[in-house]
């Protein structure tokens, strides 16, 4: 049991996998719970890539490296974890999981709801073992309505939540965001829910269940395109980087390859302090840029004026310039520019994580920074059933010799079960 | 039936989308939440649009469900009562600049010593600590700090932020994880503290992935074209959607789905590298642009191959799985009002409520408010 975060105390048996329900449990690790992750032999997390191992390059050959165990995706997704196989379709494997189920404050799956029920391991059922349980379950479409059957990952939940009819460049086709977006706004707000039921139960004793849509969680980060409609019956598309409201409201090429600057002038202070920096007094005195609203009206000519001034400059000493007269304003940055940026590693969301396997790499790591209860990052990702013989010894009192045996029939253990070929090799 | 958060005060004074998505949740699960707004109303309420009677939508979106006091800095008297009203709260939430507790003459350390049962989230663009504290930033700054704007967008065009204020909600809904698990720790007998959220780090949290790949998995990510790979949605006949017609096994499934019945068994198309072509995109997509969205949608659900159509904001209203899980709610006090989302799970016990309609700025008086009353919306 950790003893810091404000979770401590917490335990919390994840049934997660990919990234929807994974982010959500990690938030729970994150904050201080004690966290098991469960997996299967037969089946791995998909995040892990499955036996084959398809990384080549992806980390200095090691030996007795396991590719499953190094995956970026999964190694970025599972912080502070700890982590067990078992077959749950197997009696003895499932009589583990109810016992761990019992000792539980909560349990998270993200199955569709038809596994769940193929498995028999419902509410209802989990609620015979511990009857305040507090049980999320993440899917794509939730657990009821036509629709909860259907398959969705990020990639066709974006567009069914309306979120890729937004996104885009003006007057272009719809585009989703570049990768997966609404499987962590899912996540975050089953950490939401579940803190929400916490809460809930502390004070009368009760647990209860919780049915989250990805497809609604992500509709909710839009909402007021669907409120615009209903009360003004305009339907909203893809604005790219505009604003409803304030121009100038972009993304710029600054001097150089990938060099970009994002600025935006929400004030007639910030406004006037652009033109300053620009030297373009001529701007501030242009009758078309007059105001806010004057602005908004001539953004076409206005993006192009400054397009054209920032493609001459370094994009550091803009975003520095621009930033004393209080603009707001950023470099866009990426992956390398973030894990290496300073701002970051000082508040301490950017940290190197050691792995036993993978190395040491900067990894984003505490979202939150609270003055009593700081949170850290004290395990890295766990690999394929690392923790399954201590906790099963440790909670369901099973010895070595029993341990061998559940490895044996694959109920645990780790690695690909006996029966297990490696795919053909495909030439491409 | 209690609510979840039932008895539980907030004051929200951030004058942010962030601060007030969070708020909202709040209120949706019971809490009592005043937003505390300066002369003239907070400067949310000058986003646009606007609907027919000069109100924006996107303010009546994110305060809907709460009571509204305004609180001039400069009058001595309603500060002390605002701070009367701050020390009776359970959660104080502030924001950057004039959304700032000292903008309103109130120290943060100092609220925390006379309250220190309460949690006390600031929500600012990028934190309270750190080289960036107290500087401008807004959704643009978020997705271009987090390294979200480098990968989103096309391969020949300019990076891009996401739609809208959906940096805003997402660190919205992240504080509210955060602020509520200090609730409970509060609740199991620890004390209050100061919690502090970055809607950049927000955001940052969930590039987690696409950093460590940049670091040593699959190398950076970069903005791509458009493909038939499941990145982004393609044409069909009536809009777009998006499918994974190229991965994983089901491809055969997929194809003999959209009619393409002789490619499916073309060992051609069996490596990933081939189905990844820009022929394999022409090939499949002519056939898309002959097929609707629902017929797509419902024939490759069968194949359990994952797929989405494209929905606009007045489609999403009509849906039919957002209908029958109940999604849209009308606010209790405003039955004949539009249709508000949310929120996205449904909690067997505690479930949320949607009572109040979105305020006028100072329609509450301070005084009401700070001596406890709970008042009604006229």
Known sequence: MSEWGPLAGIRVLAMTHAWLGTFCTELMALNGAEVIQVESRRRPDAWRGGYDGIYAGAVPPTPGLRPWNVRSLYNAANLNKQGITLDISQPEGREIFLHLASISDVVAENFSPRVMRNLGISYEDLTQVKPDLVMISLSAYGGSGPWRDRLGIGGTLEPSSGMSALLGYPGGPPLNSGQMLPDPVGGYYGFAAVVTALRHRERTGEGQHIDLSMQEANHTLIGDASLEYALTGNVRGPMGNR??????HGVYAARGHEQWVALAAETEEQWRALCEVARRPEWAADGRFADRASRKANEDELDALIGGWLAGQDRDDVVAALTVHGLPVAPVLDGDEVAADAVFRERGVIEPVTHPEAGTWPQAGIPYHYSRTPIQVTRPAPMLGEHSAEVFERYCGVTPERYAELEEKVITGGGPPPEWEPAPQVQS | MNPALDGVLVADLSGRMSGAWCSRLMADFGADVVAVEPPGGSKIRRLEPLDSEGRSVPAMYALANKRSVVVDPADGEQVALLQTLLERCDIVIEGDGDGALVHFGVDREALLGRAPQQVLVSLTAHGVTGGRAGRAGNDLTAWAYSGWASIN?????EPLKGSGWVASYLAGVAAYGAAVSALVYRDRG??????????????????????????????????????ISGTFPVEVGDGHLSLTIARGERYRDALIAIGLVEEADDPKWAPLSARETPEFYALVQARLREMDRATLFESLSALRVSAGPVLRPDEVLENEQLGERGFWRQVEEWPDGPPFAGPPFLMEKTPARLRRRPPAPGEHTLDEVASGAEGTTS
């Open chain 2, 190 to 227: 620890g004390e209050g503290q100061h919690v502090d959220v970055s809607e950049t780090e927000a955001l940052l949290e969930i590039f987690g992935p696409n950093l460590l790949s940049a670091a040593y998995g699959s190398g950076r990510t970069r903005r791509k074209s458009i493909d």
């Open chain 2, 153 to 157: 967008g096309l391969a020949d065009r």
């Open chain 1, 243 to 248: 604003h409803t409201t304030f121009a100038p």
